[in-house]
């Protein structure tokens, strides 16, 4: 089997390699991919543009690549699974209007609130003035969000009521581009983010280990938000009691309510959940992908095989297969950031060290990294490097990814030292806010 990966992160990178641990996989291509994928045996780089969907069909054609799954969300909401079906492909991933799901807050808030799932109170607006009116109604702590997609930065956890107001007049002045042509004003909850990724096939519903991640930039879980400093599967918050809730009270809803208004949704169904301190939760928001970096700690733990699954997705036989089988233990992953990340930061800086990493058993899942011209890997982005290790518990698995990351090596590396610190601790999870 041929897959091609569109994406260029650590989760790209985490799905090329969990597809080629398997026999029946020949070859991955990665668009346009990074210094990781390009340096893995039986994986080449493509340079094109994520959302080139003719580019993509015509090289997927011409060299008869048998799957295509999809990471990153914009290329899902632009509408490449219907694209690249409609030339005869196979692709893993929602087509645009399940992306929606993602790519609209207020309609996957419609969709929450139609299916009866428990998600935050909220209001939508389309102008500045009555969303404003409506926060001084209600008081702060109070979450107002960008409708659209805002590569992560579209949410802001108000405080106060003037940090509110600031942040609506901000999406209407056009921060977000049309991601802030409506606002979605929400009630802030508390408690502990988890994030449960679940496989679909449009009927049949099955989720990942649930996970979590560590957003904040400093120790203690505390600075600006990031993409994802690190994470751990499988996140014991989540008990099996509260994941069978999640299916029936989520997942499962969530997938008929789709149904219902004739939307195929096959792929990665993300929920982001909220748990209160009363173990009752909520949602927060769906996502149409697979996690980043949640999908560094999930699939090293994956015992069944990847493309097994994905392909049960694709042509809807997902309630065929056996229960997934899961490897047992713990994950963990440490992200190796540049110098001054989630603000300015240089590129373009050699790394060392991932060889003697991967000599310590580590898995160094690349994200913002490239291949310069004299075939060095350098630093290309923010997030720079994922260090995965597993063991047969939490202060294993994350020792063993700090060992890792030792021998590990750019000017201006940065990473948190505590990931991790409150499962270890028997506190569990990030408190929010
Ligand atoms: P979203 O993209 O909607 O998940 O929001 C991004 C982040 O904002 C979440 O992961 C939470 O940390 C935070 N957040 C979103 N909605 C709420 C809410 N209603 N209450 C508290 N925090 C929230
Ligand atoms: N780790 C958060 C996300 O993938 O959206």
Request: charged share 20%; proline share 5%; hydrophobic share 40%.
């Amino acid at each position: 089997m041929k897959v091609l990966v569109v994406g260029n992160g650590g989760r790209e990178h985490a799905l090329a390699w969990k597809l080629l641990q398997s026999q029946q996989i020949e070859q991955v291509v990665c668009v346009p991919g990074n210094g990781g994928t390009a340096s893995m045996e039986h994986c080449q780089n493509l340079p094109l543009a994520v959302d080139d969907f003719e580019g993509i069909s015509k090289f997927a054609l011409k060299n008869e690549i048998n799957l295509v799954v999809v990471g990153p969300e914009v290329p899902l909401a632009k509408g490449i699974t219907d694209y690249l079906q409609s030339q005869g492909l196979q692709v893993f991933g929602p087509g645009r209007a399940g992306a929606q799901i993602e790519a609209s807050k207020a309609w996957a808030k419609a969709l929450m609130q139609e299916a009866r799932i428990p998600t935050a109170k909220a209001a939508v607006f389309t102008e500045a003035a009555a969303a404003k009116s409506y926060v001084k109604a209600q008081g702060a702590p109070i979450v107002v969000k960008a409708d659209g997609l805002a590569a992560g930065k579209g949410v802001t956890v108000a405080e106060t009521v003037a940090q509110a107001e600031d942040a609506i007049a901000a999406i209407f002045q056009g921060q977000f581009g049309s991601a802030g042509e409506f606002v979605v004003i929400e009630e802030c909850l508390i408690g502990q983010e988890v994030s449960v990724l679940a496989l679909t096939d449009g009927l049949t519903i099955r989720p990942l280990l649930p996970a979590q991640d560590h957003k904040r930039i400093g120790e203690g879980d505390t600075g600006e938000n990031t993409g994802g400093m690190g994470a751990y599967a499988p996140a014991p918050i989540a008990t099996p009691e509260l994941m069978a809730r999640v299916q029936t009270e989520v997942l499962e809803k969530a997938i008929a309510t789709l149904r219902s208004k004739n939307i195929d949704y096959r792929g990665v169904l993300y929920a982001g959940l909220m748990i209160a301190p009363d173990g009752e939760f909520k949602v927060l928001e769906f996502n149409c992908r697979f996690g980043d970096p949640e999908t560094q700690v999930i699939l090293p733990l994956l015992e069944t095989p990847l493309e097994d699954l994905l392909l049960a997705c694709v042509q809807q036989r997902l309630s065929e297969l056996p229960p997934i089988a899961w490897k047992p233990g713990a994950a963990a992953t440490v992200v190796a950031a540049a110098g001054g990340y989630p603000g300015g930061y240089e590129k373009g800086k050699v790394i060392t060290g991932t060889e003697q990493a991967t000599a310590l058993g580590v898995t160094v899942f690349h994200a913002g990294t490239k291949l310069n011209q004299q075939q060095q890997v350098v630093t290309d982005g923010g997030r720079v490097l994922n260090v995965t290790g597993i063991g047969e518990n939490f202060e294993q698995a994350i020792a063993h990814a700090y060992t890792g990351i030792k021998p590990i090596d750019f000017e201006g590396i940065y990473y948190r030292k505590d990931i991790g610190h409150r499962v270890v601790s028997g506190k569990q999870g990030e408190q929010t806010p």
